[in-house]
């Protein structure tokens, strides 16, 4: 099934039912005042998070969606039968705005979360409720009131722990296919990946993460140039980015450094928050190159793109706030085992880290740790 991230839909609540206008009619009971009831509500629309849908396809060919209109009153004292509301099933990571206002109406960040995105109207009243002292006969009633509709605009944005950028054949779904069951396409040809893919990262019974492989960036993504700047915002959900660098091009003209310095820059250019996520540096393809040539060229893309970090070589201790380097063969899976140990060490120590400070802060609302860990700075 094709990845569908995006919809456009309409929603209405059903309309109110009419209160009723009635009278008492019972053998030896003249005048017996008024009976009429009120109007049933109408159905709601609701949004619900559900973990078992991966796409927006359905919304994708039917596009409204209307709840059913409340009964009417009746005599009796009778009350109008309320309409079932309608629920709409969306993958978790759902994004959901209104289409006039761009206000955001929900964001479906938990399986099971119910979000009310059309209100149904309120039933009218009967003439029970006029009835006073001054007033034994009312006729008065009010009619139902109408439903809300609106329409909305569905995003889907991908809720992995770890993201992969890069420009486009950089190898992203070779390491996804590498580290998971994930099977994204891959060729010797760009843009071979047209839609996010999630792939599983499991590491033992209790332990896992997901990977998501985002379609390659290229110079200007976030004015709208490629195919990745659809894509950004998946990004965005991510807690941990990295930064696949392909060291090993077909083009050996190929600027290699300047083509993750301008990712960098388009990073930034999108969204500033995105640009400072902890994100990693991991120059792949070593298979293709000899042991020498191999250190010349990472000698050469390090020094070009300003890198001052410890080498992985170096004995050092990794700590959470140092940016990372590996160097991994993602066809080999040289280097791959590695550099998922080291994502799920971090992934479990942010995770830990976390608790401890809501721990903490028990009355305050957190968003977890915020830590600038960007492996290089654009100029």
Request: aromatic share 8%; with cysteine.
């Amino acid at each position: 099934m094709k990845f569908i991230d995006e919809a456009k839909i309409e929603v209405s609540g059903g309309r109110g039912g009419n209160g009723a206008a009635s009278f008492r009619r019972e053998k030896f009971v003249p005048r017996g005042g008024p009976d009429g009831g009120d109007g049933g509500r109408g159905g709601s629309v609701f949004a619900v998070a559900d973990e078992n849908v991966n796409t927006l396809v359905e919304y994708r060919f039917v596009k409204k969606y209307q709840a059913k209109n409340g009964e009417k009153g009746h005599g009796s004292d009778r009350y109008g039968a309320g309409a079932d509301d309608i629920e709409l099933h969306m993958p978790v990571g759902t994004l959901i705005r209104d289409a006039d206002t761009d206000e955001i109406v929900a964001d479906l960040t938990y399986h099971g979360q119910r979000v009310c995105v059309a209100k149904g109207g309120k039933g009218g009243l009967g003439n029970i409720h006029f009835k006073s002292s001054v007033n034994r006969a009312p006729k008065q009633f009010t009619n139902g009131e109408e439903g809300e509709a609106r329409t909305l605009l569905l995003e889907l944005k991908v809720l992995a722990d770890v993201g992969l950028l890069g420009m486009p054949n950089a190898g992203k779904s070779t390491l996804i296919r590498a580290v998971s069951a994930a099977r994204p396409k891959v060729a010797d040809y760009p843009f071979t990946t047209l839609h996010p893919n999630l792939g599983v990262v499991r590491m033992d019974e209790n332990n896992s993460f997901v990977m998501a492989d985002i379609p390659g960036l290229i110079e200007g993504a976030a004015e709208g140039a490629g195919l990745g700047h659809r894509f950004l915002k998946h990004l965005s959900r991510t807690g941990l980015l990295l930064h696949v660098v392909d060291l090993a091009p077909f083009d050996e003209t190929t600027d290699t450094a300047a083509e993750a310095l301008a990712i960098i820059n388009e990073l930034r250019k999108y969204d500033e928050e995105l640009y400072g996520k902890p994100r990693w540096l991991v120059l792949n393809k070593l298979d293709m190159l000899d042991e020498a040539e191999a250190q010349r060229r990472t000698a050469d893309f390090l020094a070009a793109i300003g890198w001052d970090y410890p080498l992985p070589d170096d004995r050092y201790e990794f700590d959470m706030e140092t940016p990372r380097l590996f160097k991994i063969s993602a066809l080999t899976h040289d280097g791959t085992q590695e550099l998922v140990q080291q994502i799920n060490q971090y992934l479990n120590e942010k995770r830990h880290l976390q608790a401890q400070e809501q721990a903490q802060q028990p009355a305050a609302e957190t968003d977890g740790i915020q830590t600038d860990m960007s492996v290089f700075k654009a100029e």
